[in-house]
């Protein structure tokens, strides 16, 4: 068997069979990129890039429970299989039992393309796209301002096998677009971003049109102290906010006191109302737009996550409904410790609010507030009540009778998502958005506006 030519679902069996291990899970993710960037209305570079990564996870049976042993390596080829199989075994032999170990799951069926080569992506994926930035960048050079930015398209086939049978497999396409645009003095700034499966819904001279009215709002700039305001969050703002939420609801901490979660005297907030919105904030891997892994896949084990749990479905889950927390994240083992469903992690992230109104019309339906751009440089300060803290960022501006009237300074902001949710007071129409902080992770999301009366923007920032 040639190292160039073997083909995942191959290398997934072949690992397989050498293992000698009590359990074995393997996991080939086959990755292929490209991208174009740009600066000063030119594209500077593009590329296009493979890979393959392999990790074989080991378990071993013994007198005090069940160990595992998981190990990842890049370019792996047949000739690489054996050293990296016998390396995981080694690492269960020499581990403690696992303290979150169950049975391999079982009974999955097998996806009917495992045997098929993996999906690429390569620089065709613009074909449509890159000519509309040209235009764009045209018309930015004729508007007096300058485009930088990049696009990004992925595309990872990942196979899943086990010794108990499963043989599953996913593609994931994922594409973002960042434009950013400036005055040539660069003392106007203004961003957008998109998230995308396959740059055929993303259209550069409409971002460019927006941009392009957030600088001419930029021109008459106005400063404004710290304090609590009545602040319209564009749905980019709210996913970052809400995907560090989901990524702290994991169960088990929640249980043992250590999150926001957590119920004074012992157990969970599930059940508990957050919002006298009617939100759902819910994850889909049939999300239509936003299709994510329908199944488990776990490189490791943590609070969120278990190797254990590689293969088990993943179904359409309600973390918050009608404003009730209705779930948190579990694996089989915590969910197990805590009593509640097994409901794991999932790869998109959707609130929906009942509203209908835009973010445009509910600018118009402002008296007095400010309109974010975005959020970025968010960081935790304290898990027990979930609160952040960060800076705005590409555009704060002030909202007087309807109109957007100028720009204002740059905050920092210090808010717990949660809270934020029991203090909204309108949802807007939710649409896919791509999250500025976190797009280099996640970044499935569908968010509606929110409107907070008072959100707190704790200093005032000098950055852009």
């Not at 660069?186 to 600088?215: H, Y």
């Not at 776990?298 to 088990?312: E, I, T, Y």
């Not at 209908?356 to 600018?363: C, D, G």
Request: glycine share 10%; charged share 25%; hydrophobic share 40%.
């Amino acid at each position: 068997m040639s190292p160039r030519t073997t083909k995942p679902h191959e290398i997934v069996e072949r690992a397989l069979e050498m293992s000698t291990a009590d359990g074995c899970v393997t996991i080939a993710d086959e990755e292929s990129s490209a991208n174009l960037r740009w600066a000063g209305n030119a594209l500077t570079t593009n590329g296009v890039t493979r890979g393959r990564t392999l990790t074989v996870i080991a378990t071993v049976d013994g007198a005090e429970g069940t160990a595992s042993g998981v190990v990842s390596r890049s370019a792996v080829t047949a000739a690489d299989l054996e050293p990296l199989v016998r390396a995981a075994e080694a690492a269960a032999r020499g581990a403690g039992p696992a303290e979150d170990a169950q049975p391999l799951v079982e009974g999955t069926p097998t996806s009917p393309d495992f045997t098929d080569a993996p999906a690429e992506t390569g620089s065709a994926v613009f074909a449509d796209f890159a000519p509309a930035l040209g235009e764009a960048f045209a018309r930015a050079r004729a508007g007096g301002r300058e485009l930088y930015g990049f696009a990004n398209h992925e595309m990872t086939s990942t196979y899943v096998g086990t010794s108990t049978g499963l043989r599953l497999r996913h593609d994931q396409p994922n594409g973002t677009l960042e434009l950013n645009a400036k005055s040539p003095d660069r003392t106007r700034s203004a961003w957008a971003g998109r998230s995308t499966r396959d740059f055929k819904d993303v259209d550069p001279a409409v971002m460019d049109a927006e941009l392009a009215q957030r600088l001419v709002w930029a021109q008459r700039r106005t400063e404004l102290p710290a304090g609590r305001y009545e602040t319209l969050l564009p749905p980019t703002a709210v996913a970052d906010l809400l995907i560090y939420q989901l990524w702290s609801s994991a169960a088990r901490d929640a249980a043992e006191g250590r999150t926001v979660f957590s119920k004074p005297g012992g157990g969970t907030r599930v059940g508990e109302k957050l919002s006298s919105l009617p939100l759902t904030l819910r994850s889909d891997p049939h999300e239509p737009g936003l299709e994510s892994a329908p199944f488990v896949i776990a490189h490791s084990s943590g609070d969120d996550a278990s190797v254990f749990d590689n293969g088990l479905p993943i179904t359409a889950t309600d973390w918050v409904r009608d404003g009730k927390l209705d779930r948190l994240v579990t694996t089989r083992h915590s969910a197990g410790l805590t009593g509640l469903p097994v409901a794991p992690g999932a790869g998109n992230l959707i609130l929906d609010g009942g509203g209908e109104r835009s973010l445009e019309e509910m600018v118009a339906g402002t008296a007095s507030g400010l309109l974010l751009t975005c959020l970025w440089y968010i960081r935790e300060v304290d898990p027990a009540t979930l609160l952040l803290t960060g800076l705005t960022r590409d555009g704060v501006y002030r909202v007087e009778n309807g109109e957007v009237v100028g720009e204002v300074n740059n905050f920092r902001f210090n808010e717990s998502p949660v809270d934020l949710l029991s203090r909204a007071s309108e949802a807007g129409r939710s649409e896919k958005t791509l999250p500025r902080e976190w797009g280099d992770w996640f970044t499935r999301a569908s968010m509606p506006a929110l409107r907070v009366p008072d959100f707190n923007m704790s200093s005032v920032s000098k950055g852009v």
